[in-house]
């Protein structure tokens, strides 16, 4: 079954929609036109209470004054550039320098703040709805015209597919994620660290203390980053580890064990044992931003009113690599002009 509402009028006056889509088992995913938030997904719990499990706002006001990127499509690239600047074809792009003198989630006006075109489909897989967004050239300082799509199918077996395309008409970099915090004991249970994590990855991408790559990768073995087996997210957060002080606790980029680029494989498990809901992240990019919400506040009411604390969410953001851009020995993030940016992601519930 698929809804449309409208949920609020930015500041401006524009209005943003929502979209709800179910699937056979009663789960569902709600979406909105702002940031094309995942603003709700819901899902029953052993118990058969129903459980919603990312952390979301009730107002577009919120979404317009938030800062941790609830629930957004965020680009044109995720995660950092080091000193927020780059060359391309021997031109050298210099971007808003939005954390620390570095580049963070597109800048100031990120793709989280736009609002998105949207269409629902009923597809072969299952329903869902596309979100479109043009990006001009030089937009947040970035080369090309940038057509963007970016669509959520839920299916009936509770996936929920994340289908990111983009083409410019100029070489550009192009590096989009979701940046969804869950909390599988429900968006209102509080800490998100009586969780279990795994990440199928051997290693993990160096990061220096203000969270940009150094280019070494840390063989995670024998360290408080060695998620290889389901480890509850909270046992090593706080352990002394360099990485872990720079972060704050976790905020890094693990490389996904692949057979060969492209491959899409499971990257990473997330349970609570509670609730008996498991999450997988399926994903054929080469990393995942595992995030543990070290940075929220409680700012802002979230919904119901629910404060979000410090580490009440974690994200899976998957991605190139921070920085890669500066770093030719990682996966390449260049969007070559008129190639297809094409990339799937999947959140199944099992
Ligand atoms: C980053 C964090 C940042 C957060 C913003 C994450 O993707 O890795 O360092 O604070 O986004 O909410």
């Known amino acids: ?3 449309e509402s409208i949920f609020g009028k930015t500041k401006d006056g524009v209005e943003v929609k929502e979209y709800t889509i179910t699937n056979a088992n009663g789960m569902s995913f709600s979406a909105i036109t702002f940031g094309a938030v995942i603003r709700k997904v819901m899902l029953e719990d052993k118990k058969g209470v129903l459980r919603d499990v990312v952390l979301g706002y009730d107002s577009v006001e919120n979404y317009e004054k938030d800062d941790t990127y609830l629930g957004a499509v965020v680009g044109r690239y995720a995660n950092r550039i080091g000193n927020a600047t780059f060359e391309l074809n021997g031109e050298v792009y210099k971007l808003e320098g939005n954390d620390n003198g570095n580049h963070l989630h597109g800048g100031y006006n990120g793709y989280d703040k736009r609002v998105w075109d949207a269409e629902t489909f009923e597809g072969e897989l299952g329903n869902g709805v596309t979100f479109k967004l043009f990006s001009p050239d030089l937009d947040q300082k970035y080369p090309g015209n940038l057509e963007i799509s970016v669509t959520y199918t839920l299916t009936d077996d509770n996936d929920l597919m994340i289908d990111y395309r983009a083409v410019s008409d100029k070489d550009t970099i192009c590096n989009l994620t979701n940046h969804s915090y869950f ?3 429900g968006h209102d249970s509080g800490s998100a660290l ?3 994590a795994m990440i199928n990855a051997d290693f993990v991408t160096e990061a220096d203390a203000k969270s940009i ?5 840390i063989y995670v073995s024998g360290t408080p980053m060695d998620f290889t087996s389901e480890m509850l997210i909270g046992d090593h957060i706080d352990d002394d580890y360099y990485q872990l002080n720079y972060g704050l606790g976790y905020d890094h980029n693990w490389a996904l064990n692949k057979k060969e680029e492209g491959e899409m494989i499971l990257a990473a498990t997330l349970e609570n044992r509670k609730t008996g809901i498991k999450m997988e992240v399926y994903t054929d990019l080469p990393g995942v931003q595992f995030y543990s919400g070290n940075f929220l506040k409680g700012e802002l009411p979230g919904k119901d009113g629910v404060r979000y604390l ?6 899976f953001e998957t991605q190139y690599y921070p920085d890669s851009i500066n770093k030719p020995e990682f996966p390449s993030p260049i969007l070559k002009a008129g190639e297809e940016y094409k990339t799937t992601t999947i959140y199944k519930f099992v």
């Open 1 to 3: 079954m698929i809804t």
């Open 194 to 196: 009586n969780q279990y």
């Open 183 to 185: 909390n599988l004991g």
């Open 310 to 315: 410090k580490r009440y969410g974690v994200c």
């Open 213 to 217: 790559t150094t280019g070494k990768m």
